[in-house]
DNA sequence: CGACTTTTTGAGTCTAGTCAAAACATGTGG
DNA sequence: CCACATGTTTTGACTAGACTCAAAAAGTCG
């Protein structure tokens, strides 16, 4: 059986293609915008500013001021809090269409997290003053904001619980679904999971080692769960994965 | 020396207590409605309706059909989520003057946890419907509710973050500073946290079991960190306890 | 083809979980 | 006020899952 080798295929970020055209695309398709009519969101869209980085680049810091709202036009972002002990905790990664840096906009003084190009990525940006003057003449944006960060508190919620009761086994297949949902691609019977993220990621996901990780990983394999290389994972039987974080937690 | 027994004093619970008066107060100081004139604040209490529920009852369950918005006037309320292998978890316990249930009144149509009476208590409920209205009415209220919803978040990222990096004595460490913090009452140079909370809870905040807490804890008391009974601990030592928290994680 | 990074594997150790039983508290009824 | 029933906490012995350190293997890229 031929293995496939790598089926990555890295994302064009061209700046170019932060067109207008795309720009308006992707601001509509916020859950917060998505009701405005066409005129209100050029209006908007014409409140934000592009700005390329490349892989690995910070977008911001743990503890810089808060005073803008980010969104993904291409690529993909990664949100992570690092302990004093240096070890990094990702919390999240966002493909194109996601916003981030919200939740302190509302409250916070200063982010939380740091946030990280994931790929080289094209982020766009409002300032603070700006999305407050479209939340005082959209009254309904606010309360799309509200249901946004709400969802996102019960999915950390969520997370909570499984960093308590899971095994890492069960929290690693659970990343891998949750990464699948979001971010994965349809390849055949499997579904692709190609961001890039390492077993680093992984791991920094899951609050295991790498180690572990890829000890985990390759019992998958083995198992006919998954396919794995270098910074990709293609889930070939999502129903066993799920049976997995079912499965009698820790008790 | 002599060893204090039980510091306990149980709260009084008297429904009676639950007066306009009391009711004023609480809803006043939410910190959604804290900048509202008295007037408004009346008018708000109107649609309020009081319920006392006794220790161990349950307010909701995870999945109920989330319509209406909570509020703790008397007692102690925790919020927990169970997993399919029955293990507990607990995300927070709230005090009296705190809201809860909200954040599936936006956009959440189930509880994604279970509310329970953690002593006998007093609750302040309003519909949806109402709460909506309120909003509508005054949208400045939106705009708190929006960064409470954001506070809360901040507050469970970065509870993961210690789930997935910290040990079980960090952990531990950390969650007995949290409740000081928001449950704590001076005790002569210490700090008791009497809700009552057993080690049954402090396992389910800190993602242990019961024994690991026991004999964790049994180390604090040793090293004079803290002493401790049946439901209570009282932290005599602050300082030493956030280094331990700080002090080389995981790595 | 190297040089470099990422992933895998192995051996040893330690943290925290399990199971079982004893010690303690607290509240009740005699 | 004591003895008992019940629920909570502590302790002990054992086990297992996950971490550490170290080194080999496999991919990737210029």
């Known amino acids: ?147 946004a960060v709400s969802k996102r508190l019960a999915e950390s919620q969520e997370i909570v619980r499984q960093l308590s009761a899971y095994t890492a086994e069960q929290r690693i297949a659970s990343a891998l679904l949750r990464l699948a949902g979001k971010l994965g691609e349809a390849r055949g019977q499997g579904v692709l999971i190609q961001l890039p993220f390492s077993r680093q990621d992984l791991a920094a996901m899951t609050g295991a080692t790498t180690e572990t990780v890829s000890r985990i990983i390759s019992r998958f394999v083995e198992d006919g769960l998954v396919k794995s290389g270098r910074k990709w994972v293609t889930i070939m039987d999502m129903k066993r994965l799920e049976e997995l974080t079912k499965k009698g937690a820790v008790n």
């Open 1 to 147: 059986m031929v293995r496939l080798k790598s089926p990555v295929r890295p994302e064009w970020v061209d700046p170019a293609i932060c067109s207008t055209e795309y720009r308006l695309k992707i601001i509509g398709r916020l859950p917060f915008f998505q009701h405005l009519p066409a005129e209100a969101i050029i209006k908007i869209n014409g409140l934000f500013h592009d700005h390329d980085f490349s892989l690995d680049e910070r977008i911001y810091l743990e503890g810089d001021q808060a005073d803008r709202l980010y969104l993904v036009a291409m690529g993909k972002v990664k949100l992570v809090r690092s302990t004093s002990s240096g070890r990094e905790v990702l919390l999240d990664i966002l493909p194109g269409g996601e916003y981030f840096g919200t939740l302190t906009v509302f409250g916070g003084r200063a982010h939380t997290e740091t946030a990280i190009a994931q790929t080289d990525c094209c982020i766009l940006q409002i300032s603070s003053g700006d999305f407050e003057r479209i939340l005082a003449k959209h009254p309904d944006v606010m309360r799309k904001v509200l249901e």
